[in-house]
């Protein structure tokens, strides 16, 4: 069953909607955000059990794709186009894929339409360790990640999901949903049997230091997206967007001022 995604918008014009990546929210765009809104009505909107929208039990691609089409029917929006990051570019793959004719253009930002192998419990089980009830402040929180989460970047990012409400602190993140379904995250939809594919103009952004896109994926990449041009930001890793902001946003600015 669909959800009702939380959002925020920004700007005026034909429709983008970003779709952030696992453990994040739709605030992590904002700053990319008002810079296209200049020229598009940008929508933010969480995923199920991220943010402020719903915390549900499942969260498989086939799911998250119901929602965005109801995110989309909600807000009268058809077609739009659509960006996703990691997570939210196999959203916007998948339901490129199942609901072609309400995707203007799509942009995957630095993902493949495949199972991934990663280990997420690096990240799960210090954000499940930490002790909640008995945290100071944010600072208090930071630091204990630190012993097992040395990168500040990363630690910062993952901070934003703590909120304190009523004197107590909580995860905006459904941690134990995301456990439980982390094969659901690292996985992929099947389409073979159906031979479906998208043929709309597709930009696949991928950092060049990432390895989550890599040469060997371009085959299968081409047969599910056949007009599909592929793009590497020099110098990014997985999370080019706020490592290569300005180069990031000129690619993504002429795509879809001007189709490719």
Same mark, same amino acid.
């Given at each position: 069953m669909s959800v009702r995604l939380e959002f925020r918008e920004h700007g005026a014009g034909e429709p983008l909607v970003i779709l952030h990546g696992l453990f994040g929210s739709g605030a992590n765009w904002n700053s990319i955000a008002r810079r296209l809104g200049s020229r598009f009505r940008v929508l933010l909107p969480d995923l199920r059990n991220h943010g &402020?929208?719903?915390h549900v039990d499942e969260m498989s691609y086939l799911d998250m794709a119901g929602d965005l089409g109801r995110f989309l029917e909600d807000h009268r929006i058809r077609p739009a186009h659509i960006l996703g990051h990691s997570m939210g570019g196999k959203v916007?793959?998948?339901f490129a894929l199942l609901h072609p004719s309400l995707v203007q253009s799509l942009? *995957? &930002?630095d993902i493949a339409p495949i199972t991934y192998e990663h280990d997420y419990d690096w990240v799960l089980g210090p954000l499940e360790a930490l002790d909640l009830a008995n945290l100071r402040d944010r600072r208090d929180a930071d630091? /204990?990640?630190a012993r097992d989460i040395p990168d500040v970047g990363l630690r910062g990012f993952l901070l934003q999901n703590l909120r304190q409400q009523d004197g107590s602190w909580r995860w905006r993140i459904n @941690?134990? *949903? @995301?456990r439980r379904r982390i094969d659901?995250? /690292?996985?992929?939809?099947?389409f073979s049997a159906e031979e /479906?594919?998208?043929r709309g103009n597709t930009l696949f952004l991928y950092g060049a230091k990432s390895g989550y896109v890599s040469e060997a994926m371009v085959p299968g990449i081409l047969r599910l997206f056949p007009d599909a041009h592929l793009h590497a930001i020099e110098g990014a890793g997985h999370w080019l967007h706020a490592e290569r902001p300005a180069q990031? @946003?000129?690619q993504v600015e002429r795509f879809l001022v001007r189709g490719r």
């Open positions: &402020a929208s719903p916007a793959m998948t942009i *995957v &930002a630091e /204990r990640l @941690l134990p *949903v @995301l659901d995250i /690292r996985s992929f939809p099947d /479906r594919n998208f990031f @946003l000129l």
